[in-house]
């Protein structure tokens, strides 16, 4: 973290303890936080419909046909990251809505007699768990994939 210049920003997950606690011992750049409550960047809403809040202002609204909290996360990353540079949360999300996820991850093949088929390119253990787990929580969104940024445990 303290490669990056005094001009520079940090765009931190702020759920992840660990970069507390290396941000702790000091860097020189501006930080920004994204994903909890007290971050700078937070989420109201599902993963492909919601607001952005900067600070506790709304911001933006995200609507794209990507799904689950890490996605929502990176979006959030993304506009922070884009906003450093003089792109406005508005005109980041804007942009999102006509991002388009990579083939096979989590695309629908089809879905006979209730069970319904999904192609995944998922090719790491993290990856595939955190897929499942997603799965299994459902998204409540037809068309969506839910996948969340915890894994699931065996």
Request: with cysteine; charged share 20%; proline share 4%.
């Amino acid at each position: 973290m303290r490669t990056v210049p005094s001009t520079g920003r940090l765009v931190v997950n702020g759920l992840e303890e660990s970069i507390t606690r290396v941000l702790h011992r000091g860097c020189w750049s501006e930080v920004r936080s994204f994903g909890a409550t007290s971050s700078d960047f937070s989420a109201e809403g599902e993963p492909g419909h919601f607001e952005v809040l900067d600070r506790g202002h709304r911001v933006a609204q995200v609507h794209w046909e990507v799904g689950g909290v890490h996605n929502q996360l990176n979006a959030l990353a993304a506009i922070a990251a884009a906003q450093h540079v003089g792109v406005t949360p508005a005109t980041a999300a804007a942009a999102l809505h006509e991002f388009r996820n990579v083939k096979r991850r989590m695309e629908v093949r089809g879905v006979a007699a209730g069970v319904t088929v999904y192609d995944d390119f998922a090719h790491h253990p993290t990856a595939i768990r955190t897929t499942i787990d997603g799965l299994r929580r459902g998204s409540g969104r037809s068309g969506s994939w839910p996948c969340s940024s915890r894994a699931a445990t065996p």
